[in-house]
C-alpha cells in the first residue's frame, strides 16, 4: 500500500465548477500536510499547508481529519489556470522530515 | 532570487555511461534533497541530505551516489546509467527537518538513458 493515496482523475470540470479532492495517508507519525501543485512539465510548487483546524487562501480550501488520516482540498468557481496536478504530500518527523508525495490528482477545467 | 538551480535541464545518455547532476539553492536552507518523478509513480525520494556533512538513502538509491560538497550544493551522480534510469530528476531544499515548512524545488532535469 503507498504512504500517500489519491485519486489520479482525470477530473474533467467547467469553468465555474467546484471540485474536490481526497488523500488519505498510512503513517501516523506523519506532522505536517500539504498541497503542492505542478503543471505539466513543471518542478512542484507549494499551493498551501493543512491545519487539523481547517484553512482557506481565497477559493482554496484545505481539510485535516487526523483520526480518519485523510486530507482534503476543495477548490471553488474554478478557472482555466487551475488546471494542473494536484499533489497531496505529508512530512513524517521521524523519517529526517522528509516529503513523502501522492501521485496527484490531474485536474483539466474547461471553458 | 535564483531559489533552487539545476544543471543541466536536459540530458541524453548511452548506457553505462556516468554522469553528475548539479544542485545549488542560494535560500541557506539546511536540509536537500533529490527526487525522480516517473509517470504514474509520483515523486520517489532518491537521496537526501537534513544537513551539511550528513547524506542518507531515501526509497530508491540504488544505481545512484551523492555529495553533499557545501551547504549550497548537492550533487546526484549516476555511476553507470541504466534505461530505468530515464526520469525526470528534482532537486529541492528546505528549512530544518521539523515543522511546516515545504519545500523549493529546482526546475528538474529531463534524462533519457538509451
Known amino acids: 500500500r503507498k504512504e500517500v493515496e489519491q485519486d489520479p482523475g482525470p477530473f474533467n470540470v467547467p469553468e465555474g465548477a467546484t471540485v474536490a479532492f481526497n488523500c488519505t495517508y498510512s503513517?501516523?507519525?506523519?506532522?505536517?500536510f500539504f498541497w503542492y501543485r505542478q503543471d505539466c512539465r513543471k518542478e512542484p510548487k507549494l499551493l498551501m499547508s493543512?491545519?487539523?483546524s481547517g484553512n482557506e487562501d481565497g477559493r482554496f480550501t484545505a481539510q485535516l481529519n487526523r483520526a480518519s488520516q485523510y486530507i482534503s482540498l476543495l477548490i471553488r468557481d474554478s478557472k482555466l489556470s487551475d488546471s494542473a496536478t494536484y499533489l497531496c504530500?505529508?512530512?513524517?518527523?521521524?523519517?529526517?522530515?522528509?516529503?513523502?508525495f501522492g501521485q496527484g490528482t490531474e485536474l483539466s477545467v474547461k471553458p | 532570487n535564483a531559489g533552487v538551480t539545476q544543471t543541466p535541464k536536459f540530458q541524453v545518455l548511452k548506457t553505462g555511461q556516468s554522469m553528475t547532476l548539479q544542485c545549488a539553492q542560494d535560500?541557506?536552507?539546511?536540509?536537500m534533497y533529490w527526487y525522480r518523478q516517473d509517470p504514474g509513480m509520483g515523486l520517489r525520494l532518491i537521496y537526501y541530505?537534513?544537513?551539511?556533512?550528513?547524506?542518507d538513502k531515501g526509497e530508491v538509491p540504488n544505481g545512484y551516489n551523492v555529495s553533499r560538497l557545501n551547504k549550497r550544493e548537492f550533487s546526484l551522480r549516476l555511476e553507470s546509467a541504466a534505461p530505468s534510469q530515464t526520469s525526470v530528476y528534482f532537486c529541492?531544499?528546505?528549512?530544518?527537518?521539523?515543522?511546516?515548512?515545504?519545500?523549493?524545488f529546482g526546475s528538474g532535469t529531463r534524462l533519457t538513458v538509451v
Open positions: 541530505s537534513a544537513s551539511e556533512g550528513t547524506t
Open positions: 504530500v505529508v512530512k513524517v518527523y521521524n523519517q529526517g522530515g522528509k516529503l513523502i
Open positions: 529541492a531544499s528546505s528549512e530544518a527537518g521539523q515543522g511546516v515548512y515545504g519545500y523549493t
Open positions: 503513517n501516523s507519525a506523519s506532522q505536517s
Open positions: 493543512v491545519y487539523s
Open positions: 535560500m541557506n536552507h539546511n536540509s
